[in-house]
């Protein structure tokens, strides 16, 4: 009982802290639909949607958004120590500690996910675009990562499925 209620609320503050940070499960099913729509033509938003649900469910998904957003709010209040602070701050592209929290998402459906998340990371569309404006005065150094990985291992998942159907 105790175990199933922390998870819960584990999963409740993943899903309110990605809100938070601006990103709804639509922006994240449209990176789906983006990745999957070439080899599924009748892809349905729903399905992306569905996807992206189940991923969140996942305990490994929320800790890794958890951790990930948190560093991000401390990186934007400049609460972290030097010289992390500046490194998240300014999102030093030799760090990489953001790719690989990211990783363990990707991981939970399998290596195809690798894949996805190397080609969403690459032409960063739609909400992948937006996270990464530096204009905005919000740090985004993991969420970004996070966000892409999610949709690469929903995207994972519902290339399974499909091809356990045919
Ligand atoms: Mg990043």
């Known amino acids: 009982m105790k175990d199933k209620e922390s998870m819960d609320l584990l999963e409740k503050t993943a899903r ?12 994240i099913a449209d990176l789906v639909m983006f990745l999957q729509k070439k080899y599924h ?12 649900e189940r991923v969140l469910t996942k305990r490994e998904v929320q800790n890794a958004i958890l951790t990930g957003i948190q560093l991000d709010k401390l990186g934007e209040k400049k609460m972290l120590e030097e010289p992390l602070q500046a490194i998240i701050e300014v999102d030093e592209g030799l760090y990489g500690v953001d790719e690989i929290l ?4 990707v991981n939970v459906y ?8 190397g080609y ?3 032409l960063k569309p739609g909400i992948l675009e937006r996270l990464n404006d530096k204009s905005t005065g919000m740090c985004h150094t993991f969420l970004d990562d996070i966000v892409g990985a999610i949709a690469a291992a929903a995207s994972s998942r519902l290339a399974h499925r499909a091809k356990h159907q045919d």
């Open 16 to 27: 309110n802290w990605l809100l938070e940070r601006g990103v709804t499960i639509e922006d």
């Open 102 to 105: 990211a990783f363990s998402i």
């Open 41 to 52: 033509p009748d892809l349905e938003m729903k399905e992306c949607i569905h996807n992206v």
């Open 120 to 122: 969403i990371d690459k």
């Open 110 to 117: 399998g290596s195809i996910g690798f894949t996805n998340y």
